[in-house]
């Protein structure tokens, strides 16, 4: 141990630090103690106080922990360590006793491994938030733009790296419905008219389930230098989305029958209110309000469909062929 460093308190607590309460803490404690008795009697160490640290959360500091042989050595840093443990010796298997001095000892670093590192990156609070609003916005966006593939395929990997993550950490239920309820609002908002409320309503819901989504167990809620960034971020990244669907849906059609409103057709053979005109390839029978005087290769404006007549009126815009 350094100096002025303390060991033991080694009694069970929950993943936030809350006290185990009944079958589960004695079953952990007792499986501390058969694991810590193993391993202190085979290094002739003080039994008796590290099960003092589980059952009475028992505590030294450095000075006394080597008086009462909790441990070997007091070391300012690692190579004051290496310089103690070299001259008492090493007791290899073969049962030789090797000495060696501070020098002789190689000290390799070996890196986390990638897997150990994406599920600590995916267990932090803040990512693990992100992630779920990733889910939510992309889940949205499918929703009203069926099609898309690309943002449901990224919202359902979000969310459910997400859940895992929500699954581990110390969650607070409330606050992950009120995010579920947020986004239920917003999607709402695109089928109902609600003049806006809906929308304010998901965005209280997201605001208020961000600030309570992690409390409880020890750990503190989400930063409102990220909160209210991400929060805001996504209400306008939402309403864009919404924007462009209602602009979709109130566009005029550019394909099909319907897109042949407005446009210009060439009449084949006209007699009275009847006739047919030639448009896009197609030879289309039509019918006009009105008895019109036309010969072939002038042309008429489509005013809409009945069935399969369209409906015309004289283009006198454009002079006989």
């Known amino acids: 141990m350094a100096p002025q460093t303390t060991i033991g308190s080694a009694s069970p607590v929950g993943p936030g630090g809350g006290d185990i309460k009944g079958t589960m803490n004695a079953k952990i404690q007792n499986d501390l103690?058969?694991?810590?008795?193993?391993?202190?009697?085979?290094?002739?160490?003080?039994?008796?106080?590290?099960?003092?640290?589980?059952?009475?959360?028992?505590?030294?500091?450095?000075l006394e922990a080597a008086q009462s042989r909790v441990i070997d050595f007091v070391a300012m840093d690692r190579t004051d360590l290496?310089?103690?443990?070299?001259?008492?010796?090493?007791?290899?298997?073969?049962?030789?006793?090797?000495?060696?001095?501070?020098?002789?000892?190689?000290?390799?670093?070996?890196?986390?491994?990638?897997?150990?590192?994406?599920?600590?990156?995916?267990?932090?609070?803040?990512?693990?938030?992100?992630?779920?609003?990733?889910?939510?916005?992309?889940?949205?966006?499918?929703?009203?733009?069926p099609g898309a593939i690309l943002p449901g395929v990224i919202g359902s990997l979000s969310l459910l790296l997400a859940l895992y993550a929500l699954s581990v950490l110390p969650t607070n239920t409330a606050g992950l419905l009120l995010l579920l309820l947020g986004a239920v609002f917003f999607v709402l908002e695109l089928f109902i008219t609600s003049f806006g409320l809906l929308g304010l309503a998901g965005l209280a819901s997201f605001l208020l389930g961000s600030m309570l989504l992690f409390r409880g167990d020890g750990l503190g809620g989400l930063p409102l230098g990220l909160v209210l960034p991400t929060v805001l971020g996504l209400a306008g990244l939402l309403g864009f989305m919404g924007y462009l669907v209602a602009k979709a849906q109130l566009r005029r059609?550019?394909?099909?029958?319907?897109?042949?409103?407005?446009?210009?057709?060439?009449?084949?053979?006209?007699?009275?209110?009847?006739?047919?005109?030639?448009?896009?390839?197609?030879?289309?029978?039509?019918?006009?309000?009105t008895p019109l005087t036309l010969a072939p290769g002038q042309t008429v404006v489509v005013t809409g469909r009945d069935d399969m007549t369209?409906?015309?009126?004289?283009?006198?815009a454009l002079p006989a062929a």
Do not use: C
């Not at 193993?38 to 500091?61: C, E, F, P, Q």
């Not at 994406?118 to 992309?138: C, E, K, M, N, V």
């Not at 319907?258 to 030879?283: C, D, M, P, Y």
């Open 310 to 316: 369209l409906e015309v009126e004289g283009d006198s």
């Open 82 to 145: 290496f310089a103690q443990l070299g001259k008492r010796g090493l007791t290899m298997a073969s049962g030789v006793t090797t000495h060696f001095t501070a020098a002789d000892v190689l000290v390799q670093t070996y890196a986390t491994g990638l897997r150990h590192g994406i599920l600590s990156w995916l267990l932090d609070p803040q990512i693990a938030y992100i992630l779920l609003l990733l889910g939510l916005a992309g889940l949205y966006f499918e929703l009203t733009t």
């Open 33 to 62: 103690q058969s694991l810590l008795r193993g391993l202190v009697t085979r290094n002739d160490r003080n039994v008796g106080w590290y099960m003092r640290s589980i059952t009475k959360a028992a505590n030294l500091d450095a």
């Open 253 to 289: 059609p550019v394909s099909g029958v319907a897109a042949l409103a407005g446009q210009t057709a060439t009449v084949r053979h006209w007699q009275g209110t009847s006739g047919k005109v030639f448009i896009n390839g197609e030879l289309w029978q039509a019918r006009s309000a």
